[in-house]
């Protein structure tokens, strides 16, 4: 099996504001995570990525939070986008952006 692309996707908020989402189904696992995706999910604010989902090899699953980086359980996709819209949320919320 290769992998199989499921989700690309730029979602443009405003001239400055963006996410792009891109999900992988892989084979086997990325080495530091225990499940069969490859994702990176982000949301750039004035040239600047202000939040992000990854899953680096070795690293395992994470999100920035502007200058923060935390460990993130992922559970399926599905919850994974909704976790990041809520981040998203948060950053507008909390940086006064509409």
């Given at each position: 099996?290769?992998?199989?692309l499921?989700?690309?996707n730029?979602?443009?908020?405003?001239g400055?504001?963006?996410?792009?989402?891109?999900l992988?189904?892989?084979?086997?696992?990325?080495?530091g995570?225990?499940?069969?995706?490859k994702y990176?999910?982000?949301?750039?604010?004035?040239?600047?990525?202000?939040v992000?989902y990854?899953?680096?090899?070795?690293?395992?699953d994470?999100?920035?939070?502007?200058e923060?980086?935390?460990n993130?359980?992922?559970?399926?996709p599905?919850?994974?986008v909704?976790?990041?819209?809520?981040?998203?949320?948060?950053w507008?919320?909390?940086?006064?952006?509409s």
């Amino acid at each position: 099996m290769k992998a199989t692309l499921l989700v690309r996707n730029r979602i443009v908020y405003s001239g400055t504001m963006f996410a792009e989402l891109v999900l992988w189904q892989l084979p086997v696992a990325v080495e530091g995570s225990a499940h069969r995706f490859k994702y990176r999910l982000a949301y750039v604010v004035e040239g600047v990525c202000v939040v992000r989902y990854d899953n680096e090899r070795l690293k395992g699953d994470h999100r920035h939070f502007g200058e923060n980086e935390s460990n993130y359980v992922f559970v399926s996709p599905e919850k994974l986008v909704a976790d990041f819209q809520k981040d998203i949320e948060r950053w507008n919320r909390e940086n006064r952006c509409s």
